[in-house]
Every structure is written in structure tokens, then in C-alpha cells.
């Protein structure tokens, strides 16, 4: 089955500054491959995701690379805010089309102002 | 209009006593899900459902049975509690690829 690794786990970064969450996957066949943000005591949410066609994609000031060859995909935040303060998940679908997604442990970035 | 409601948001039991969370939702989905996340916020799923069928049983407790009377609808019932099972429940659903959570439930067992 898939395995989705995460780092870091803790991530403290001063506004302004950027943000990088690196994370791997060891099914060559997954496509897909979303982050979510959960806020403390929050739902998580969908905040970009990225497909394997593709290897860069930006909304904003968030991006996410993908290396195919490597099985590695990152998160990157720029100029950050306090509201960037929550946790953040990975995931990787569970083989090509499945829609289930396995998600990494998670890294916990706080935003000192 | 809440997209993935879940109930209750607080469940507060004793150990050995049996319990059940409802979710709905209101998106037209087919696939619903069921996560736990732990104190150390691992999110791990326990099982999905398409169209009303299992697809996804993983390695949960028999304790733990998950019931989908409609394609909108997956409850989960837990039988026994135990301290251990002391989390957030997580229910989530899908179109393709893009899950939506609903709001959780902690459950505290003492």
C-alpha cells in the first residue's frame, strides 16, 4: 500500500519568511496529490493540490512541486502570515484512480509575528 | 446548508459503554469516509464506502461497525469503549479525487 512521509514535523518560521513542508510517497502508480490545512480545532480543508502531469502549480502565495522520478512533493509558502499557523497534511491517492488518499502525519508550522 | 454534518460535535462516555455519530452530507457525493485522528494529530482513515458499499475496512477493531443506509449517510457505531478510542472522528466525502471533512467529533472516554 502507499506510505506517505512527512517533514518536518514542527515548523517555526518569522512572518514574512517562507515556509517549505517536504514530503514522499512510495506508489509510483499514485496522480494525485492534495495538502490540507487544519486550523486548531478546525476540519481540515483542502488548500491545493497537484496531479502528476504537472510539475509546478501557484494560487497565491502557496506553490507545490512534484518530482515523479524522486516520488516527492513539496508545499511552499511565501511571505507568511499568522493566520498560515495551523497544521498541514499531505496525501497521496492510493494507486492511480482509487480516490482514497493516504495522508503523511503532519507538520505543525507557527508564524511568530 | 452545511456541506458534511456530523453529530454530535461532543461525546463524553464511560469505558465499556456503546456509542454512535451520524454523518450526512448534502453534496451528491459517492464515497463517504470515516478518520480518527489521535492526540498527536495523525490522521488515519477506518473505512470507506462507495454507493453504500464497503471498499475500505482497515486494520479497526470489530468494535467498530460502520453502517450506510443511503449513499448521503455514514454512521458509525462503537461498541465496548475503550479509553484507547479517545479521539477525533473525522467524517469526510467525495466526488473523485477532493475530500471534504465534516466539523469532527471528540469523543472522550473515562
Known amino acids: 500500500g502507499e506510505n506517505v512521509e512527512q517533514h518536518p514535523s514542527t515548523l517555526s518560521v518569522q512572518e514574512g519568511d517562507s515556509a517549505v513542508i517536504k514530503c514522499t510517497y512510495s506508489?509510483?502508480?499514485?496522480?494525485?496529490f492534495p495538502w490540507y490545512k487544519q486550523e486548531l480545532g478546525k476540519r481540515p480543508q483542502l488548500i491545493i493540490d497537484i496531479r502528476s502531469n504537472v510539475g509546478e502549480k501557484k494560487d497565491q502565495r502557496i506553490a507545490v512541486t512534484l518530482n515523479k522520478t524522486a516520488k516527492h512533493f513539496s508545499l511552499h509558502i511565501t511571505e507568511t502570515q499568522p493566520e498560515d499557523s495551523a497544521v498541514y497534511f499531505c496525501a497521496a491517492e492510493r494507486g492511480a484512480g482509487s480516490y482514497q488518499l493516504t495522508f503523511g502525519k503532519g507538520t505543525k508550522l507557527s508564524v511568530i509575528p | 446548508d452545511t456541506a458534511v454534518s456530523q453529530t454530535p460535535k461532543y461525546l463524553v462516555t464511560q469505558m465499556g459503554n456503546d456509542k454512535s455519530i451520524k454523518c450526512e452530507q448534502n453534496?451528491?457525493?459517492?464515497?463517504m469516509y470515516w478518520y480518527k485522528q489521535d492526540s498527536k494529530k495523525f490522521l488515519k482513515i477506518m473505512f470507506s464506502y462507495n454507493n453504500k458499499e464497503l471498499i475500505i475496512n482497515e486494520t479497526v477493531p470489530n468494535r467498530f461497525s460502520p453502517k450506510s443506509p443511503d449513499k448521503a449517510h455514514l454512521n458509525l457505531h462503537i461498541n465496548s469503549l475503550e479509553l484507547g478510542d479517545s479521539a477525533v472522528y473525522f467524517c469526510?466525502?467525495?466526488?473523485?479525487?477532493?475530500?471534504?471533512f465534516g466539523a469532527g467529533t471528540r469523543l472522550s472516554v473515562l
Open positions: 506508489d509510483s502508480a499514485s496522480n494525485y
Open positions: 453534496l451528491g457525493h459517492d464515497t
Open positions: 469526510a466525502s467525495s466526488q473523485a479525487n477532493i475530500q471534504y
